[in-house]
Each structure stands twice: as structure tokens, then as C-alpha cells.
């Protein structure tokens, strides 16, 4: 059966939670904060590592059903992928720096995706994306640490 594509679109921002900080709402009164680490579409239920309880108390993996979750919330900040799309622009020709917000990605020259995952590609053009992609990063997590300070 073909899924429409509200249902293709839900379970493609489901997927992009995976790798991210989340915090699970039960119907039992319990919030778990982890990393996301996988789902089952037909159930909805969810895989949390490194997950801790408001009393802080740690499970290392736990499978939380998909029926008793009421929520599931990202925790993090999202990734400025539109600041480093501007920051590639000043580097690249004008109009070889593409950034898809939708899709939540970056085309440079039509050869090298990037995402907030980092950047997809071999050979020196992806290495040198690399290096920018992780200088980036240093400095949104430096930033994000003033801040809290």
C-alpha cells in the first residue's frame, strides 16, 4: 500500500530525529532525555541511549512503546545549516552553493551534499567542505558555551 505523502513526509522528520537529544513524554507520567537511536513505523516505538529520568537515573538503552508516548520533543538547538550555506556562498562562484531547506541540505557545485550531519562526498572538494563544515561547528559550540556562561 503506497503511503501518502503526509505519512512519507512525518516519518522523513522522524528519521531526521535519529543522532539527536530527545525527551519522551509518557502517558505514565515518565519524561526520558536521550539520544535518539532508531523507530518502528507500524508501532511508533522508539529507541533512547543514554537516557535519563527526571529522578537521573540512567538507562543505557530502553525501548519506549509507541503507545504510550504523548510526546516527543528535539532538546537541542537546531544546526544553523542556513548560516553555513551563506558562509560556503562566500566562498564558491555565485550560484554553486545551493541550500534546500526543505530537504535540509546543502549542494555545493552539484557534487557535495551537506546536512547537519556533515558533509557527504570524497576527493578535495568534500575534504575541503569538511574543514570549513568542522570549523563551523567549533565555532557554534563556542559560541553556544559564551552564551551559557
Given amino acids: 500500500m503506497a503511503q501518502s505523502t503526509g505519512a512519507r513526509h512525518f516519518f522523513k522528520e522522524l528519521a531526521s530525529l535519529i543522532g539527536a537529544t530527545v525527551a519522551v513524554s509518557t502517558n505514565t507520567g515518565k519524561t526520558l532525555t536521550g539520544k535518539m537511536r532508531g523507530y518502528d513505523p507500524n508501532t511508533l516505538s522508539v529507541v533512547l541511549s543514554e537516557a535519563r529520568d527526571a529522578k537521573g537515573e540512567l538507562y543505557h538503552r530502553i525501548v519506549v512503546t509507541g503507545h504510550t508516548i504523548l510526546e516527543l520533543v528535539k532538546t537541542e538547538d537546531p544546526f544553523d545549516l ?3 550555506a551563506e558562509q560556503l556562498e562566500t566562498l564558491f562562484p555565485p550560484g554553486e552553493v ?4 526543505d530537504a535540509r541540505v546543502i549542494v555545493v557545485l552539484n557534487k557535495v551534499r551537506v546536512t547537519e550531519h556533515g558533509v557527504e562526498g570524497t576527493g578535495p572538494l568534500a575534504d575541503r567542505i569538511r574543514k570549513i563544515y568542522t570549523r563551523f561547528v567549533e565555532e557554534q559550540q563556542s559560541k553556544t ?3 551559557s556562561t
Avoid at 98 to 101: A, E, I, K
Wanted: proline content about 0%; glycine content about 20%; overall charge negative.
Fill in 98 to 101: 545551493r541550500f534546500l531547506d
Fill in 82 to 84: 542556513k548560516g553555513l
Fill in 145 to 147: 558555551e559564551e552564551g
